[in-house]
């Protein structure tokens, strides 16, 4: 039985006088695939982002039983400024942060994981692109590049499935059913509930409190 | 008048000229690349607020130690330090959102300090802390200002990396690096720590102009953080330039000149910049169009 590598105990967080999650309490297994579903304000991001360590909990603790660097973050492709003048290469590179922190450089070696990352998700040949001259599924893509370089294993997506073609949809499934195979401990926040059913052993319905938490047949068990 | 007469001619002629001109050298090079990130972080309003906020620190150190660079220099900046911590804190601890909570800030700011150089000092005390007075630049405002610019270039050359990634994927940053605030703050000194080098030579009034105004019109010409903030720095400098000349050739206020010269800059970048200035946007519209007949 694997132990769990993330543990809530009866977490809240609000913002201002509203509560985004009351009082959450449970774990993440090492090695599991996990769906979060839930309306929208239902506090999934909240909860992804509590885990990566970008929000604090008002209440309650989350226990994690990894350092800061195991744990890789993709937040929604709506929270990144994609106007900021950078170039693709740039941005990936950014996933090399538990190596480089904040001032080390960057070597070869660094470089051509970068690269490889970049051409495991199909977008090999942008490097040199602005953020602004991709395509939605690019930029997918490019987040899903900086990821693979982080090589955390413990991984949190936020709606990486969003506004994306079919075709970038299976590319990135297959990464995260890669990832699963590879022991990797995976947490999605996602709407597409037939995506939920084919690729997600254990799912976690949210609507601030846990509405239900086990596996994806149980829980969604009746739903649409 | 001869060509040398008219460009090189009143630097190589007077001490207060040359003075004023490595002045604007300092500024371009330390408050340039700060305009690229305030502009970058959507703060451009931010930074002409918090250079209000430097008039009642200037003003203390006015009333103490006269009209001398340090003094007025080092109240700037706790002044300054203060008011960009207390809008950070009002806007936490309430509902007011920073830039609000920054426009109470800033005009409280420039009331109180406007109020107490009156108290001892004269209109032409006043303006000069206003409208500051490049030409009168001394050695010790000139070594102040470049001080400042040194330090500025090698504290943002340090926390360069973070800072990109807090402008431009902030979760992403706190997700793999828990000090934040600790960028934030840093640069929010440099910005202040620039303001109190501008306020030398431009007022407070103006300290901001070599700051932001370069900075837009790089927008225009530049399409990632390093080139814009090498042109953010030769427009600075190409407007002090400018303006020190317009300044003597015609009797103008040398700020105004100066500041004058920058938004010339931009008015030029924005009608002919060619990352997404008016003439090539129209170009390109104008091509697409014939290429694709309706």
Known sequence: MNGPVVALDAVSVRYGRTLALDGVSGAFARGSLTALVGANGAGKSTLLKLVAGVLAPAAGRVIRRVERGDIAYLPQSADVDRDFPMSVDEFVLAGAWARSGPFGGVGREVRAAAAAALATVGIEGLGRRGLDELSGGQFQRLLFARLILQDAPVILLDEPFAALDAETVADLADLIRAWHAAGRTVVAALHELDLVRKLFPETLHLARATVAWGPTADVLRGAA | ?294
Do not use: K
């Not at chain 2, 004269?122 to 802390?129: A, T, V």
């Not at chain 2, 030409?135 to 800072?163: E, K, M, Q, T, W």
């Not at chain 2, 102009?209 to 190409?238: C, D, E, K, S």
């Open chain 2, 1 to 294: 008048m001869t060509l040398y007469d008219a460009l090189i001619g009143p630097f190589a002629d007077y001490g207060f000229m040359r003075r004023a001109l490595v002045a604007c050298l300092a500024l371009a090079i330390g408050s340039g690349p700060v305009g690229v990130f305030l502009m970058l972080r959507r703060m451009s309003l931010m930074g002409d607020a918090m250079s209000h906020a430097v008039l009642p620190g200037a003003a203390v150190g006015f009333l103490i130690a006269g009209l001398s660079p340090w003094g007025m220099g080092l109240g700037g900046l706790v002044a300054g330090l203060l008011v960009a911590l207390a809008a950070g804190a009002v806007s936490r601890a309430t509902r007011l959102r920073e830039d609000a909570s920054l426009a109470g800030f800033y005009l409280a700011s420039l009331a109180l300090g406007v109020l107490l150089v009156s108290t001892r000092g004269n209109g032409r005390d006043l303006l000069h802390l206003l409208f500051g007075t490049i030409l009168a630049v001394n050695d010790a405002s000139l070594f102040l200002v470049g001080g400042i610019a040194s330090v500025s270039v090698v504290a943002l050359a340090a926390i360069y990396r973070p800072l990109v990634l807090e402008c431009c994927d902030p979760g992403f940053l706190r997700s793999v690096d828990g000090r934040g605030a600790l960028w934030h703050s840093a640069f929010l000194g440099l910005v202040v720590l620039n303001l109190v080098a501008g306020f030398q030579a431009l007022g407070t009034l103006m300290a901001v102009g070599l700051m932001m105004l370069p900075a837009t019109a790089a927008r225009f010409w530049a399409r990632q953080v390093g080139p814009l903030i090498a042109v953010a720095m030769a427009v600075a400098f190409a407007s002090g330039y400018l303006g020190l000349l317009a300044s003597y050739h015609f009797r103008l206020p040398s700020g105004p000149a100066i500041v004058l010269a920058a938004a010339g800059f931009l008015a030029v970048s924005i009608l002919f910049g060619r990352c997404g200035g008016l003439l090539h946007r129209f170009a390109a519209e104008l091509s697409l169009a014939r290429r694709e007949p309706s």
